[in-house]
């Protein structure tokens, strides 16, 4: 067969999923992820473990357990976090991977795209594939297809198993909103190799319960309105605000692939029209949306105003720079020159770099940034091994909200337009010319 070259991107694979995305593709595919594994890691595919999810598409199933059984033929230990009928989102594949210590992670989705997509976003490590490793995959798997597999592709029997991460996360984004500073700390020492995940969410949840009921729920007295657009984020992001305190409304949190309502995209406003209509009648704080596989962060607020994703990272920085002075915020080149405004408003050092999330992950390592976002909604946290993750950052947005809620700066329901007015609002006038420019 003939690999299409234009599947293979700068940060990911995609592609039209019946036309483009075969099985015999998706198991070449799986092949070639296999090789780079070996060279990036240093190990035999034997010595492999690798999480394997997928969202909510209905080809989902078939890709991956196409690419899956590619990889278990090969002899790698796969580590499924969606058997079955369960989904996952992206960053529950990258907080599985990094729970796991895995040598690589990949997460079946077309992210914000229409229903007919789907494709593949890996990792090696923890950290996203480059634009460098894509294009090795993609001649790796070239080869397979027009020359067959020869030696150095030995069958060997792998296994797979299936593992519930989500109640690990949930303690996780709990942690880190209850305990803040601390759970940095273990955080922080998980990634630098002191300690591992698993025990750092033992211990922080173990300190969490030493709490009071008080201190267990800052998000009390928060009202909001939660639309997953029938993706991922559905099944994960209600029970966790619920635990911090918060009233959740859910629209839309039923896991569909065939988006009955609206395409699970939060940068386009006709997908958020229901999202305002909910927040008026439910007389919200907020209103909160992510695209498909969770890792893109959109909101509303009552004022009838969309949240983009610059404006979130703008909302956050005085938050995040706060406890964090000087600190470096990594930004996309399609922010407006507003967001630098706001970072080093704020006392912290704006780094505009390019736009995709594998390359802002990367300069987040290279400058030793606390945080970054993009204007398409991507917002990442050091603490969060840089996860573009949309619920570890509603989370953040709203203990921002809740704090100042409880301030009483603004009244109560315009606690967000507030905001968004004192800190942002040039944010927001800089990403419409953007748009308007067609960029």
Known sequence: MKIDRNTYRANDIRGIADSQLSDEFCRLTGLAYVELLRRERGKEPQELTVVVGKDVRNSSPRLKSAFAEALVSRGVRVVDIAPGEKVSSTPLMYFATWLFGADGGVEITGSHLEKEWNGFKLCVGSESTTEQQISEMFQTAKRLAEDGEKEGFKASEGTSEEVDVLPAYHEMVVANVVLRARWEELALGSLSGKTSLKAAISTATREVEKLSEESRRPLAGLKIVYDAGNGTTGVVAPPIFRALGAEVFELYCEPDGNFPHHLPDPTIPRFLKDLHSEVARREAHLGLSSDCDGDRAGAVSPGGKNVIGEQILALLCKHILKDHPRAKIVYDTKCSDAIKEVVVESGGVPVEWKTGF???????????????????????????????????????????????LRLKKFKDRTVLDGLLNSKTEPCLTGCLRTFRAGT
Do not use: P, W
């Not at 991507?378 to 989370?395: L, P």
């Open 358 to 404: 594998s390359f802002i992950k990367s300069k987040m390592v290279e400058v030793g940034a606390v945080a970054g976002g993009e204007m398409s909604g991507h917002v990442y946290f050091a603490k969060n091994n840089r996860a573009d993750d949309a619920v570890f950052a509603f989370s953040e947005l709203l203990l921002l909200t809740a704090e100042e």
